[in-house]
């Protein structure tokens, strides 16, 4: 039927762009979302000394590979729980559904990405704002360093100079007799 229309009514369909999508199998998706992730920093567990000593100590079980292999079988996971819950949805509510496109899959990546360097930057920004502060902490306790040694010598001085001050005194008192 669709031929049928586009042949007798060539001026309806002549700007039209149609998208056929099919659904795309899990190994699809991990791929998709391996390659729009590659620019995002995600470190493998080897980047991280004694991670696996970290995890075991936090009561989390380490697995092998990288947070990039996690975040994107997370995201394939996500998105075909949103498929499964869209077909329930839709037998409870008497057919009426929503779709859940591979163009829905590749906003959601998008949105990950923007949402992981947003946070990261500002992260970065409280890591740099942490370390000016630390290096001001670190300044004013050498300044306090040296103002006690500066204090100690003033103390030595200002001791000598009162206990001349006091045989001074002692001498007035004396002569004064």
């Not at 470190?43 to 292999?69: F, T, W």
């Not at 001791?159 to 001349?164: N, S, V």
Request: hydrophobic share 35%.
């Amino acid at each position: 039927d669709f031929d049928n229309r586009a042949a007798t009514s060539p001026a309806l369909y002549n700007r039209c762009v149609i998208d056929w999508f099919g659904e795309w199998s899990d190994t699809a998706l991990y791929q998709v979302g391996f390659e729009f992730t590659k620019n995002l920093d995600l470190s493998d567990a080897s980047d991280i000394p004694d991670a696996k000593e970290q995890a075991e100590r936090a009561g989390m079980q380490a697995v092998e590979g990288s947070q990039r292999d996690a975040v994107v079988s997370t995201m394939v996971f996500v998105h075909e729980s949103v498929i499964d819950a869209n077909k329930m949805l839709a037998k409870q509510r008497a057919g009426r559904s929503s779709y859940v496109t591979p163009r829905h899959y590749l906003d959601f990546i998008k949105h990950y990405a923007k949402l992981f360097n947003d946070k990261r930057e500002q992260l970065e920004d409280q890591q740099r704002h942490l370390n000016t502060g630390l290096r001001k902490l670190r300044d004013t306790e050498a300044q306090v360093l040296e103002l006690r040694a500066a204090l100690s010598k003033k103390e030595v001085e200002l001791q000598e100079k009162e206990k001349r001050a006091n045989d001074k005194l002692d001498q007035i008192m004396i002569d004064q007799r």
